[in-house]
């Protein structure tokens, strides 16, 4: 094989490598997770106080995904247009194998850097459950009625912030306006199986 015709695959095969990664990281970031089935009223069993006056918005979340800064950064960014209609949780799964240490990374501390946020342990998932929540990034909101108005994810791709259907969904639950939806694609680690490690 000539020298000119050895680069020649050479640089065939890295184009092929090079769109294949390309594809394959594409793919990650686009692909949502399981949405779960959340019931419709608030769960009784929940010992996450339902708010009599106000809606009640919790999101669930992995305190190793990294996909999970994006949620908390977009929920900021919710928060700060929605003012103080909304009593907000951010529920940390925590299995009992793992210690706080493992529990309090830097989304934990982000979340509790919100203000007029209550962050939670959950227990191996006690609540996540409860609520039919099984990636990291997934959001419910209910009236003060125990109605479920929303379920999904508020960040259009896994890490990825910035405006997006599920915003704008909660905005006009909580305007008492009429929404087009009221569930999205979820982009983040599933909340019982996520391993990876970045503290």
Same mark, same amino acid.
């Given at each position: 094989?000539?020298?000119?015709?050895? +680069? /020649?695959?050479?640089?065939?095969?890295?184009?092929?490598?090079?769109?294949?990664?390309?594809?394959?990281?594409?793919?990650?970031?686009?692909?949502?997770?399981?949405?779960?089935?959340?019931? *419709? &009223?608030?769960?009784?069993?929940?010992?996450? +106080?339902? $708010?009599?006056?106000?809606?009640? !918005?919790? !999101?669930?979340? #992995? =305190?190793? %995904? =990294?996909?999970?800064?994006?949620?908390? &950064?977009?929920?900021? #960014?919710?928060?700060?247009?929605?003012? @103080?209609?909304?009593?907000?949780?951010?529920?940390?799964?925590?299995?009992? @194998?793992?210690?706080?240490?493992?529990?309090?990374? $830097?989304?934990?501390? /982000? /979340?509790? /850097?919100?203000?007029?946020?209550?962050?939670?342990?959950?227990?191996?998932?006690? &609540?996540?459950?409860?609520?039919?929540?099984? *990636?990291?990034?997934?959001?419910?909101?209910? @009236?003060?009625?125990?109605?479920?108005?929303?379920?999904?994810?508020?960040?259009?791709?896994?890490? #990825?912030?910035?405006?997006?259907?599920?915003?704008?969904?909660?905005?006009?639950?909580?305007?008492?306006?009429?929404?087009?939806? @009221?569930? *999205?694609?979820?982009?983040? %680690? !599933?909340?019982?199986?996520?391993?990876?490690?970045? &503290?």
């Amino acid at each position: 094989m000539s020298k000119k015709a050895l +680069a /020649a695959l050479v640089c065939g095969l890295w184009i092929v490598s090079a769109s294949a990664g390309m594809y394959l990281l594409l793919k990650f970031e686009t692909d949502a997770g399981p949405g779960g089935k959340t019931p *419709t &009223e608030w769960p009784v069993q929940s010992r996450i +106080a339902l $708010d009599p006056r106000r809606f009640t !918005l919790v !999101l669930f979340a #992995h =305190p190793q %995904c =990294p996909c999970t800064r994006a949620s908390i &950064e977009n929920l900021n #960014h919710l928060l700060a247009r929605c003012g @103080n209609d909304v009593a907000t949780y951010v529920d940390f799964v925590q299995p009992a @194998n793992e210690s706080d240490t493992w529990l309090q990374t $830097d989304r934990w501390k /982000a /979340a509790t /850097a919100l203000p007029g946020v209550t962050v939670r342990t959950d227990q191996d998932g006690a &609540e996540a459950r409860r609520f039919g929540a099984e *990636t990291s990034g997934y959001v419910v909101l209910f @009236n003060p009625q125990g109605k479920l108005l929303f379920a999904g994810g508020i960040t259009s791709s896994r890490g #990825h912030q910035g405006d997006t259907a599920g915003e704008d969904s909660i905005l006009a639950d909580l305007k008492g306006q009429p929404s087009s939806i @009221n569930q *999205t694609p979820v982009y983040g %680690c !599933l909340l019982t199986t996520c391993s990876q490690r970045t &503290e």
